[in-house]
T-cell receptor
Framework: GQQVMQIPQYQHVQEGEDFTTYCNSS?????IQWYKQRPGGHPVFLIQ???SGEVKKQKRLTFQFGEAKKNSSLHITATQTTDVGTYFC????????????WGAGTKLIIKP | DGGITQSPKYLFRKEGQNVTLSCEQN?????MYWYRQDPGQGLRLIYY???????QKGDIAEGYSVSREKKESFPLTVTSAQKNPTAFYLC?????????????FGPGTRLTVL
């Protein structure tokens, strides 16, 4: 079935360093969404990308959608302790009957 | 989020018992979803409902059942047929008329089978 692969599973960074997580789909996506889940919490919607090659920014966060609409990335510049959590991508396609297929998430850990 | 309540927050169950997880929303959203989350994994869709009195199986529906008798409510029953039910269960809603179609999540229920 359709899969969305997300890497890495974990990323340890010093506060102030950058963080990046990548998602790759086995099929072409209609759109891709990004969510953040704080430890012990529930996922919270960050953004949706729809267009091929789209780039969106939210303060220190930059989201990209690939030209082929099969991959996406989230880059955080100069991480802060408030960025700690797990970041998930989730895509929809005709193959998934337009239901979200979730990546496994990338956990951002700030080194003490 | 504030408009979605799930109860209880923690639930313990003995093997062989059915248990029902509650999900209530006051966001007036048509679509509701149940997901299961296991450590180190993404969310897996159990059931979803786009409208009252209608629901569809997700990827891992075996051992679960749902009902959608009211727009506000979408309870999930974990039956004794579910072989490994210990997990974090998340209910979500979506406004089908929204441009973003984002999902809003409740706080979740952690189910432990003893």
């Amino acid at each position: 079935g359709q899969q969305v692969m997300q890497i890495p599973q974990y990323q340890h960074v010093q506060e102030g360093e950058d963080f990046t997580t990548y998602c790759n789909s086995s099929t072409t996506l209609s759109n891709i969404q990004w969510y953040k889940q704080r430890p012990g919490g529930h996922p919270v919607f960050l953004i949706q990308l729809v267009k091929s090659g789209e780039v969106k920014k939210q303060k220190r966060l930059t989201f990209q959608f690939g030209e082929a609409k099969k991959n996406s990335s989230l880059h955080i510049t100069a991480t802060q302790t408030t960025d700690v959590g797990t970041y998930f991508c989730a895509g929809t396609s005709m193959d998934s009957n337009y239901q979200l297929i979730w990546g496994a998430g990338t956990k951002l850990i700030i080194k003490p | 989020d504030g408009g979605i309540t799930q109860s209880p927050k923690y639930l313990f169950r003995k093997e062989g018992q059915n248990v029902t997880l509650s999900c209530e929303q006051n966001l007036n959203h048509d679509a509701m979803y149940w997901y299961r989350q296991d450590p180190g994994q993404g969310l897996r869709l159990i059931y979803y409902s786009q409208i009252v009195n209608d629901f569809q199986k997700g990827d891992i529906a075996e051992g679960y059942s749902v009902s959608r008798e009211k727009k506000e409510s979408f309870p999930l029953t974990v039956t004794s047929a579910q072989k490994n039910p210990t997990a974090f269960y998340l209910c979500a809603t979506a406004d089908r008329d929204s441009a973003y179609n984002e999902q809003f999540f409740g706080p979740g229920t952690r189910l432990t089978v003893l």
